[in-house]
């Protein structure tokens, strides 16, 4: 239930703003904001390398396609931050405005990539070039732990039952 409340928090800050509109302020210090959006990449960078690294682990193609959504959304937002007016370049420039968009057009594509069922094919190229030569994927599915289905545990237990023979 105290999730509810901290919803409800961004909701009466805009009743509060939408009833006294003095109380909105500007606030403009291109320091702050390279700093702050410098952060905010540097947190997706962290968070792309903890799903690529359990993506990794499990061999789960989906999750690739997350860590490279948080990848792309930091490299952009790193350069949404360099590009910053008065900071490292003298004047507005089109990195500043463009590089946000983009990145986060092509972050939210790798998402929903993620969320559709990937084909066999995808599958296995996803993980196969980490895969030694000998357990590389010939196209058929499953083709060994690294490219197995995360949501059927079906080549663990064939590969459990080969160990225990």
Do not use: I, K, Q, Y
Request: with cysteine; charged share 15%; aromatic share 4%.
């Amino acid at each position: 239930m105290a999730w509810l409340g901290l919803l409800l928090v961004p909701l009466a800050g805009l009743v509060v703003l939408l009833a006294a509109p003095d109380a909105d302020v500007v606030w403009e210090h291109h320091p702050s904001h390279f700093w702050l959006v410098l952060g905010a990449a540097l947190t997706n960078a962290v968070l792309a390398a903890s799903t690529g690294e359990a993506a990794r682990r499990r061999g789960d193609a989906r999750l690739v396609l997350v860590s490279l959504a948080f990848l792309s959304a930091a490299g952009f937002l790193a350069l949404h931050a360099l590009a910053t007016p008065g900071v490292l370049l003298d004047g507005p420039n089109s990195g500043f405005v463009l590089a946000t968009p983009v990145g986060l057009l092509l972050a939210s594509a790798l998402a929903a990539l993620s969320s559709s069922p990937l084909t066999t094919r995808v599958r296995c190229a996803s993980c196969a070039r980490r895969a030694p030569p000998a357990r590389s994927c010939s196209g058929s599915w499953p083709c060994g732990r690294r490219c197995r289905s995360p949501r059927s545990p079906r080549s663990t237990t064939r590969r459990r039952r080969r160990a225990a023979r």
